[in-house]
């Protein structure tokens, strides 16, 4: 029960700090941005142990500068042409400076060690720079609708298919990765998710009930592959939780894991449809 209660009180706490950010915009959710990226990309380095080597360091650097990078990329500082052309080259940078320091160190470090360092850039701060880009690009008249659109259908789903699952999962989804995660319980999560969008656009973008209906939809589907992606670098590691830094739920990638795949579709099918 205690635990329970630690639980629910820490995700109130997460949930005001994400309605807040999500309120007042600007630089205040680029912070908050900025800082579940670093955490979140520590959390993943811990995981292939290099958090405290160069590899690790080149990282955490090479995140900061990409979300400060994508700050150009919304109010009105031109719009996405800039992070457009700039975030491909500061990754291309980024590769070359790892590369650079695993041929002339041989054999310091392994390839893995590189391979996590990139792709850890790629996978948390990436991917949750498009937090910030969703409700601040400035081609989005519903800038802020559509930021709520990304939990909607990410954490909604997650709720929707806990529900039916225990009401009625009885095919197991993935049974190595999570256990306890059913075929029902995904298909609910995502109806589930679809039903909420639809409610959400029906009193807030009344135009675009059924475009946020599907895009919740959609995004519902990727945020089950994201969170069993996490569970599955997870399993290869043996480790149960990321970190400990929000309790009853675990690290930044433990909580937020279905919302690195959301962010970017979100974005993405906006552009397409709004």
Known sequence: ?????????????????????????????????????????????RVF?????????????????????????????????????????????????????????????????VMAAFFGVIYVPAMLSFLYLT???????????L?????????????CAYAVGILIGKHKLAPVLSPKKSVEGAIGGT?????LGFLYGSFFMSDKAGVCALICAVGAVLSQIGDLTASAIKRNHDIKDY??????????????DSVIFTAPVIFVMALLSM
Do not use: Q
Not at 10 to 35: Q, R
Not at 52 to 79: C, D
Not at 148 to 154: A, D, E, G, T, Y
């Open 1 to 45: 029960m205690k635990a329970f209660f630690t639980r629910l009180a820490s995700g109130i706490v997460l949930l005001a700090v994400i309605i807040t950010a999500g309120i007042v915009g600007g630089d205040f959710l680029l912070g908050l941005t900025l800082l579940i990226s670093v955490i979140g990309y520590v959390e993943f380095a």
């Open 243 to 256: 970190g400990h830094l929000i309790p009853g739920h675990g690290g930044i990638l433990d909580r937020f």
């Open 135 to 145: 409700r601040m690009t400035e081609i989005f008249t519903a800038g802020m609708s």
């Open 49 to 113: 142990g290099i958090s405290r080597n160069v590899m690790g360091i080149l990282g955490v650097i090479a995140s900061v500068l990409y979300v400060l990078l994508v700050r150009m990329g919304g109010e009105g500082n031109g719009g996405i042409l800039i992070p457009l052309v700039c975030l491909p080259l500061l990754v291309f940078v980024y590769l070359l400076v790892l590369m650079g320091i695993y041929v002339f160190t041989f054999p310091r470090y392994r390839i893995e060690d």
């Open 147 to 159: 930021y709520w659109l990304i939990f909607i259908c990410s954490w909604g789903c997650d709720t």
């Open 191 to 195: 109806v589930g998710a679809a039903l």
